[in-house]
């Protein structure tokens, strides 16, 4: 055996060096390999991905690796431009409003008696706009006085009342469990729908996605959650995706601004969770084509939530008016939740709204429990833990008070108005609608003059805050019943602006035309979203 071993041994120098060159060949070999792998995965990602995209990326990279760049240019600029944008956008007599209120950095040695607080806090008020004026399209969902007086005394009753606990105060669990059973009653839920109230319809989306995120890991062992959502679909799903380590996986819109079937179809694999439909869509108030989701839902055993937190107090008066309505609701099976708010067209204060699931086996992996705290037990059915009486006491009240009769007058008005300015819209030479809109929101664009700066003379010449969007360029409204005084104003101004700005182009190259140019510009998100932080730092400091 040791003879046979010996004969193996090598001894020679030689042969040493001869096996040496040989490890060294199949090293260079092995290196030649991966350079020739790298090269062409790089190639496949540029075919696929789009030669822009690389270049986007790589550009990032550099950005945020190099801390030379970033100290000596990069961060200087965000910030220089997060500062430049954030004192362009509050008006010239706002700050002078604001400046007649003095500054408080610390808590005053001795406190301001009430009559003059209240004298500021209605100074303070007069520098933003006044939803009641109709010069708004979003944000505010302004009714009348009556309403809104009856509002403000529900809220007082309640102020001071706090839903942590539903046992100590049973009248919040009273308002909560029945704002929830009317709402699925008005969207065609059973007796078996469940659900609670929120704080808003990001909240809302936030216990969705939670809820969906514990159940495919408790159900089906699901480690790395993915959710189907359209690119119009709410950003509160980005922002759950990023609380809750969830995948988004972006769907595009069809040429009708719905989200696409198909490609919802190619995007399913074995971590779906869940897929997301809007009723409608915020940017241009589309509703996605929910039944035909509903079936590929269906097809592969996936759960399907339905964000109808503007919509679901307003279409089901506009089906019962006798407009074209697609069913979005309950009445499609395969709907297993919907998020809905009350402080939208509910007409309830802020901070009101509502998640629905079809039943009890949903919504059991919302709730959060923790049995090991030295306090004794704890158990919230939402995010928060603390939540204020008065909105759920205000919430209760508006639809207890309104009921079907005032939701359909106050739809009647905002349907009339809605189809009056589609109709003016549509007959403007210089704008198009985007989409077919059933109501309540209408997107447009212009056809010749940027339609940004069309936004800043509307705002500089005559009082009104508009919503720019982006992907395509366009200006988002939300009608209200209180536009219904300003709807020819609104139509008159905005031909105004229009001949403005096509007689004076150098208009175009400033405000936010140029904002938005600019942004459109930069080949990275990530560089976008770095100012967006540092402007939004500026704002709160």
Not at 176 to 204: F, P, Q, Y
Not at 423 to 443: D, E, Q
Not at 509 to 530: F, L, N, R, T
Request: charged share 20%; with cysteine; hydrophobic share 40%.
């Amino acid at each position: 055996m040791q003879r046979m071993t010996e004969k193996y041994v090598i001894k020679s120098p030689s042969a040493m060096k001869l096996v040496s060159e040989k490890s060294r060949s199949w090293v260079r070999k092995i290196e030649r390999g991966i350079v020739i792998c790298t090269i062409l995965y790089v190639l496949t990602r540029i075919y696929r991905t789009g030669a822009k995209a690389i270049m986007a990326y790589m550009i990032k990279q550099v950005l945020r690796r190099s801390k030379t760049i970033q100290n000596k240019y990069y961060k200087p600029m965000i910030d220089k431009e997060a500062n430049s944008s954030v004192e362009s956008m509050v008006p010239p007599s706002a700050l002078t409003i604001m400046q007649g209120v003095p500054a408080l950095r610390s808590i005053p040695a001795q406190g301001y008696d009430h009559k003059t607080l209240i004298n500021w806090l209605n100074v303070l008020k007069t520098a933003g706009v006044d939803p009641h004026d109709g010069k708004m399209f979003a944000y505010a969902y302004a009714t009348n006085n009556n309403h809104e007086e009856f509002l403000q005394e529900a809220n007082n009753i309640y102020i001071h009342q706090n839903a942590l606990n539903p046992f100590v105060f049973p009248a919040l669990r009273k308002f909560e469990t029945e704002v929830v059973r009317m709402t699925a009653t008005m969207l065609n839920g059973d007796d078996d729908v469940r659900g609670n109230m929120t704080s808003g319809g990001s909240e809302s989306i936030l216990m969705a996605v939670k809820t969906y995120r514990d159940m495919a890991l408790a159900i089906k062992g699901i480690e790395k959650p993915e959710m189907i959502v359209c690119i119009s679909a709410h950003p509160a799903f980005d922002k759950a995706a990023h609380y809750f380590g969830v995948k988004t996986v972006k769907i595009q819109m069809n040429d009708k601004l719905e989200m696409d079937v198909d490609q919802i179809k190619k995007s399913i694999n074995k971590n779906t969770m869940l897929i997301v439909a809007s009723a409608p869509q915020y940017p241009h108030g589309i509703i996605d084509p929910i039944r035909a989701i509903a079936a590929v839902a269906d097809t592969h055993n996936i759960p399907l939530h339905v964000d109808a937190c503007i919509g679901g107090f307003i279409l089901p008066w506009i089906r019962k008016l006798g407009y074209d309505i697609p069913d979005f609701g309950f009445e499609v099976p395969e709907v297993t939740s919907i998020s809905v708010d009350v402080h939208k067209f509910g007409y309830s204060v802020k901070g009101a709204s509502v998640i629905l699931y079809r039943d009890e086996t949903y919504r059991q992996y919302q709730f959060f429990t923790y049995s090991g705290w030295t306090g004794g037990f704890y158990i919230s059915p939402t995010m928060q833990g603390t939540r204020g009486g008065g909105s759920m006491a205000c919430a209760w009240s508006s639809i207890a008070s309104l009921g079907e009769e005032g939701y359909m007058k106050f739809t009647k008005d905002m349907m009339e108005t809605f189809t009056f300015l589609l109709t003016s819209l549509s007959s403007c030479p210089h704008i198009r609608i985007l989409g077919n809109p059933k109501g309540p929101i209408i997107a447009f664009t212009t056809i010749g003059p940027n339609i940004f700066t069309v936004c800043d003379v509307m705002e500089s010449s005559f009082g009104y805050h508009l919503d720019r969007q982006q992907n395509p360029a366009c200006v988002h409204l939300t009608i209200m019943p209180i536009h219904m005084k300003i709807k020819q104003t609104f139509i008159d101004n905005l031909l105004s602006s229009i001949d403005t700005v096509l007689s004076q182009p150098s208009l175009q190259s400033q405000g936010s035309a140029a904002m938005y140019g600019m942004v459109a510009k930069i080949p990275s998100e990530e560089v976008v979203e770095d100012f967006l932080v540092s402007f939004l730092s500026k704002v709160y400091n």
